[in-house]
T-cell receptor, first 117, second 111 residues
């Protein structure tokens, strides 16, 4: 596809369950970001992948959150033992990731709306 | 800690007028600043980028200014249209493209 895709588009789960959110980046983009957006709030940075480098996990709110990026392409964000405060829209973005070129445009997916009951 | 402030209240303007949105940041010296548009239920879409050595950047009806002394960026939409109604996010950045997003300002353009 031409853009960033995310699945599922909506997810309702019960407190304590684990969830996996998927991001398919634009082909060739080496940089991938996960953000969280709570209602009426700005985007909260979670994690950043760049090529084969170690990811920047500095935004993950707790050890219940983890993310992987397989083969430099698809990424999965996993939330274990979900809590009600995890309810939010989870957005994935990618960019070309050319090193040294600061300020690249980030292309966002439509997001996954997570509701924890 | 780094903080981005955008008008939390919605901006309501009449069609044809110029909309001006403000972004202030503190404890931060970004090398560049991006503006994004977000429609309900969608991910943000990139609009403009301005670098620290640029005072002003234009694209069609959009104009962005960047004052590193005031630590402020202004985003203008001239000849506004109802289709411009959306939330606009400010995102100063630096380094390896790690952006910090403001909460956004909702713009409503009335016919």
């Amino acid at each position: 596809g031409a853009g960033v895709s995310q699945s599922p588009s909506n997810k309702v789960t019960e407190k304590g369950k684990d969830v996996e959110l998927r991001c398919d980046p634009i082909s060739g983009h080496t940089a991938l970001y996960w953000y969280r957006q709570s209602l009426g709030q700005g985007l909260e940075f979670l994690i950043y992948f760049q090529g084969n480098s170690a990811p920047d996990k500095s935004g993950l709110p707790s050890d219940r959150f983890s993310a992987e990026r397989t083969g430099g392409s698809v990424s999965t964000l996993t939330i274990q033992r979900t809590q009600q405060e995890d309810s939010a829209v989870y957005l994935c973005a990618t960019s070309g990731g050319f090193s040294g070129r600061a300020g690249e445009t980030q292309y966002f997916g439509p997001g996954t709306r997570l509701l924890v009951l | 800690s780094q903080k981005i402030e955008q008008n939390s209240e919605a901006l309501n303007i009449q069609e044809g007028k110029t909309a001006t949105l403000t972004c202030n940041y503190t404890n931060y010296s970004p090398a560049y600043l991006q503006w994004y548009r977000q429609d309900p239920g969608r991910g943000p879409v990139f609009l403009l980028l301005i670098r620290e050595n640029e005072k002003e950047k234009r694209k069609e009806r959009l104009k962005v200014t960047f004052d590193t002394t005031l630590k402020q960026s202004l985003f203008h939409i001239t000849a506004s249209q109802p289709a411009d109604s959306a939330t606009y996010l400010c995102a100063p950045g630096g380094g390896y493209n790690k952006l910090i997003f403001g909460a956004g300002t909702r713009l409503a353009v009335h016919p």
